[in-house]
């Protein structure tokens, strides 16, 4: 509940403070005297847009401070939550706006984003006046009316739920058929590679082995000879073996009138020996390892040619060829296997189709109740509202699928019996309208705790019995919570439990409007002054006090 209002230094008002009450509040005022200034200051506050040159002339900045009641459980506390802010019995919204035109907002003195007070709002106030177009006469919004009415936000978020799930299965879908389609383009390379690949079936460091056995088998013939020689002179029982041996043999006959002198020598001649023999078994591998077929050279280099090509071919290094090989196989097998990949994934789309349809149609289901309660609820405030004739249908039809089901909504109505039912907005005459939409604004927020309504001249183009009727209306819809009503309507002001005068004050150089609260005595004049006009009569006020009592 809005339990005051301060405003300060905005558009004509220098400073006004007020403070509501539960039930009806109703704000009246002569033509210009500045009603429309208080809701502006009120949608300021609120982070609704509006004008932009709010600050009163000469002042630096303008302010604006609501304070609302927020009982436990009220909606706003999550928004609060949400934004990790203090939820308090309490809660204070301040705006600022500098005269350079800059905004800002605090909720409970933390300064916050107009996002987090718009979303605050949503959850305060609900604004409605006959020329309002944010839901009851945009056909766009129907369908989040009535899925407000109904109550639908479990099937919805199972629908939402269901689409994303649709939407993922699908660019699954088309990204797999993409990937076989880019696959199928190059099938033919594919085969060819991984055939040419496995026909070679390279190994990581073959090509340097390979390298290295064609060099050595090409230097064969020129070092061969060397080397034979060289085994010719260290072999046994020529050469250098035969010299130690015999050296060892006659140092070995006089060690033992040498004293000891002749030990060490012989030991070195023993470990020649055995180094001689390790130099004899080197050379002679290195002589069978020299010894190859003219084929196997041509062979080696046939192979070494094949791996270094099909490198350079596929442009990557030679021992990267069995990994660019796996690589391909893949991609082959992925080919192979797309027909198979692609039917499942279109079954899995089938699957979220069917899924998705099952829950647009319980959705659908529960919106075409709630429409045949919506039409009936209506019937019913429009008996009191004078218009027991007309005819509102919500229309439920089907519509583009999306996140939120396949319904398109729309409200009709239909002022005369047997005329063809249209659009509220081209039907209705203005006094119609402003019927129409006060019916709908109470079926629409029945249930909605918390919630303060203000109604901008809903009575406009409506008097006598009818505006005595609204006025009703808005009174009992006010017994359970508040309701703000700007009136120009005399029957509408009586059946108000609150009530106050929007003056105009002028001096020779300065302009202000201000609010002023109204006793009883006050009432009667002020309502008696709408019935009329400026000079008030005692059969004026009479009237008035009839009103008042009726």
């Known amino acids: 509940m809005l339990r005051g209002l301060d405003i300060s230094d905005m558009l004509i008002i220098d400073r006004l403070t007020l403070t509501f009450q539960p039930g009806l509040n109703v704000l009246t005022g002569e033509t210009g005297a500045g009603k429309s200034i208080l809701l502006d200051a009120l949608g300021f506050v609120l982070g609704w847009r509006g004008r932009a040159d ?75 006046g006959q020329n309002d177009d944010r839901g009851l006469l945009n056909p766009r919004g129907h369908r989040q009316l009535l899925d407000a009415f109904a109550g639908t936000a479990p099937l919805i978020e199972a629908t939402r739920a269901a689409w994303r799930a649709l939407a993922a299965a699908r660019k699954d879908l088309t990204a797999a058929e993409a990937a076989l389609d880019a696959l199928r383009s190059e099938e033919d390379y594919l085969r060819h590679a991984v055939a040419e690949l496995d026909r070679l079936a390279p190994e990581p460091g073959e090509e340097a082995r390979l390298d290295s056995e064609r060099r050595l088998m090409q230097a064969a013939e020129k070092i061969g000879t060397d080397i034979a020689r060289a085994a010719e002179a260290l072999g046994e029982g020529a050469g250098a073996e035969r010299m ?44 069978d390892a020299l010894r190859f077929d003219p084929a196997a050279l041509e062979e080696t280099e046939e192979r070494l040619f094949a791996i ?21 196989r893949a991609r082959l097998a992925a080919l192979d296997g797309g027909a198979r990949d692609i039917k499942a994934l279109r079954d899995a789309v089938v699957a979220a189709e069917t899924a998705f349809d099952a829950a647009a149609k319980a959705l659908s289901a529960a919106r075409a109740k709630a429409a045949r309660a919506l039409d009936t609820a209506m019937a019913a405030e429009l008996a009191p509202l004078k218009m027991e004739r007309a005819v509102f249908t919500t229309q439920v039809a089907p519509g583009d699928a999306g996140p939120e089901g396949a319904d398109a909504v729309t409200f009709t109505v239909a002022t005369n019996p047997g005329a063809p039912p249209g659009p509220l907005d081209k039907i209705a005459s203005g006094g119609e309208l402003s019927r129409f939409l006060l019916a709908l604004k109470v079926c629409l927020t029945q249930g909605a705790e918390g919630l303060t309504l203000i109604f901008d001249e809903i009575d406009r183009g409506v008097g006598g019995a009818t505006a005595d009727a609204v006025g009703r209306r808005l009174a009992a819809l006010a017994a359970s919570g508040q309701v703000l009503v700007v009136t120009h309507s005399p029957q509408v002001a009586a059946r108000g439990g609150h009530h106050w005068r929007v003056e105009k004050r002028q001096d020779h150089t300065v302009t202000t409007s201000t609010v002023v609260p109204l006793d009883p005595p006050a009432r009667v004049d002020e309502i008696a002054r709408m019935l009329s006009g400026d000079t008030i009569t005692d059969a004026a006020r009479e009237a008035a006090r009839a009103l008042m009592r009726a």
């Open 244 to 287: 130690l041996l015999d050296a060892s043999r006659w140092l070995e006959g006089a060690a033992a009138q040498a004293e000891g002198r002749l030990d060490a020598p012989l030991s070195a001649i023993e470990r020649a020996l055995i180094e001689l023999a390790e130099a004899q078994t080197g050379v002679a591998d290195c002589l």
């Open 54 to 128: 709010l600050v009163r002339a000469g002042a630096a900045q303008g302010e604006v401070t609501a304070v609302f009641d927020l009982p436990s459980g009220h909606p706003a506390r999550a928004v609060l939550d949400e934004a990790g802010l203090v939820a308090e019995d309490e809660l204070i919204l301040r705006r600022v706006n500098t005269a350079d035109g800059r905004k800002t907002s605090f909720v409970n003195d933390r300064r916050v984003s107009g996002e987090v007070v718009r979303a605050l709002s949503d959850t305060l106030v609900e604004l409605h």
């Open 308 to 328: 270094r090509a099909l490198a350079r071919k596929h442009g990557i290094a030679p021992d990267d060829l069995g990994g660019f090989a796996d690589e391909l």
